[in-house]
């Protein structure tokens, strides 16, 4: 293939239809590799001819040839479709076809995106984070004099040249042999395509002919709720692969934030549902949510998207249902185990969250002055040093993530099964038994203080579900009261107790029907799951069924600025950290060029104090909530940061600012009331996972506060800090659709965690 002509129509089709955004869906791939000429052009799109032959292709669409704009790729000269990846091939090939498009309509360009001043030429860099940039050359003008006698100059862009290396392009010449080839055919190929279009033969001259104005495009709309014979269409080939597969056997979803993971679960138990349905089978469903929030939404979400509305079918009267539940409330409806809401330290809930930070404190406190000193002479050097060296606060931060994560989420309060756990990496410097018994005091108080208050928290809970789970009175229940499928939302909030918990609710001992979603960079801190593999060690069991894994990789939710920026975090830790994982390294956003329009860059802007941090936090919202078009429910104000966060609170009362506050994760109750009221939502990036916002506004991510330095420098805690930072500040970000905007103070300068991005140009600053 000598050359590829695409004109305007055909051109804007393919930027606006979502399924060409990637490979992960098949006409994106057939695209890429029909133009890379391993396969025939055999695409169905909307309006558009393609006319191929040995020489090149055209890829038209109706209308008089004279009026039209077209591209012209010269595939001899320039390498665009078969240098690069399929995936990197495609995501610049729609970067190449935006700018055309931009330039014919005189749309603002971006920074990838450059005209070469003096010169006819046009550069662009469309794969982000890169030491030598690849780029595609442009001709604005090619055969400029001849075209100009045809009253057609200005209609054609070339592409000559691409490549990873830099060069004159002043004055460079683009070779015109290809392109005049083009020019001298044009008109005869649009001739061809009128007639295909009243079905006329057309001559053989073309190897194929393929016109098509069957499918119209899928993809392009951007629903919230879509019934489920809707979305199947829509589905990129990995997640229909999940959705499809067999329900038997352990299935992981993993990918990162926005590739639609719970959609997918959620399409995945309806299918199963409903074929259960058709082909007169048993079973009963379990679709579990880490947080009451998220339980609200997603029951939410399927009252839209199962039309047979399988969740509000009795379980112990239909042969199919679903059941939606969190962990608290199966425990509580299947083992008649029920807390009240006041005994119940929730830690996805801001009051359990603060009144948890304040018993560890205590508890540290306590175990300084009354137990640490008959601990000290067999402490090992670096713990002794450590818990002499950081203050109070910094300690009960650490303390806190090994009691949820170790000692309670994985020893389940046993000091024999704790002093075996491997120590995490990124958390307390334990070293020897006696360290761990330091915090296992720790550990004891917090116990103590729970009791005395007749507080329970969530490990409360499953440790003693567990006890109850594992006794013959249960196994005889089991096989009437069990699932025959469970699907888990977010697996990567649940510690490894929890997770041990729901194959006891599979309806048989020796299979494991488990379908759930990952993202290990969506949880705070080094939760310790690396050492573990397999699923039987994951959910426990008897079972040696082995998993399937099914990677998904295109990213819906947010442009590709945002994608880009949340990458730079990711990169960020796992430079830092060798247990953190850039799961959105070779993502790709599927955004079109109608989304594209409200996007905006990513910005970090800096104020000069605390005060003018907040109220620029409030105007910028109005900005950007008027520049992508959104309502106000639409925007979200979020901090790491307690103080910020009681700040950014006090300016909306003070000022009368419409605003609802998130109090717990994945608050969907409050969103929903935002929604009614037209309020913006403001809350803690803690609560903010699970949610999306056309705006997210991330306020003092500046040094000092992102990652949180304590008053003391220990490394253990900077680490531990910095690690629980990268995390956050990605949930947060990745929240984002249309609109990322980064705060911080001047004096202090912008946190460390955005110096991958700052580096790689993908965030930029404004003038106050
Ligand atoms: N194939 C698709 N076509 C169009 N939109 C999609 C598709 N898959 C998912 N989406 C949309 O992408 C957005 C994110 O989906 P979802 O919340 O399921 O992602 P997620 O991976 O669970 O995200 P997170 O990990 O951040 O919670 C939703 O608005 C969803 O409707």
Redesign the pocket.
Known sequence: MKYICIDDGALAEFISG?SYQSID?EEGDKLIQALSGNIQFLLKLKNVVFLQDKEGVFITTLGAWKKKKYLVIDCEKSALFTQLRSAESLQSFQKLMRFCAKYWSGGLLNKSEKIVSGSTKAVIFPLPYSTSPYRIVIEREPMNERLKKRDMSGQFLLVYKTGWEGANSATEIADETNFKRVIDRLADVYLQVSKAAEGAPVTNRFDQVNSTALNGDL?SK?????PYDD?LP???RQ?QIFVRAPMGTPHRLH????????????LRTIRILRSAEENTLNCNALLITHSEATRQSIKDALQVIDPDDFQSRDKNLERVSLSVETLASLCANTLRQSISETEFVDRDAQDSKLLQQMYIEEAVRRVKSEDLASFIPHLSEGFRKFINEVDDEDLAHLFQHEISVLIKGRAGDSFDTYKNCPPLKYGLPIENDADKGISFRVFKRYQEQLEAASQFDTDDVVISAVGQLDTPIWRRRRSREGYDFIAI??THLFNINELHVFHHFTRNVDSLPISF?V?QA?SVGDRGWNDIDSVSELFGGETSASEISTP?S????SSPQIRDFCQSVLASGATLFTNFDDTLSLSTS?FTNEDERRSQPVKYLDFADDNALVEGAFNRADKLQSLTQSNRSQVLITTMNDEVLRKLKEHSISNNKPTSYLERRGDFTKQRQAEKSGHMVLGHADFV??L?FDVVIIVGVDKGRVPQEGETANSNSRSFSSYAAHNRLY?AA??ARFALEILGVQSRGPSELLAVAERNGLISGVEQ
Not at 256 to 263: D, I, M, N, Q, V
Not at 554 to 557: A, L
């Open positions: 979502r869906f993809g951007r629903p919230v709720h879509t979305w829509q589905l990129t997640q990918g990162p934030a926005g590739t639609g993971k719970t959609l997918s679960l959620l939302d977010e979603t993202d969506q998904v295109t990213v819906f939710r599927a996972g699970g999306e949930v990745s929240r």
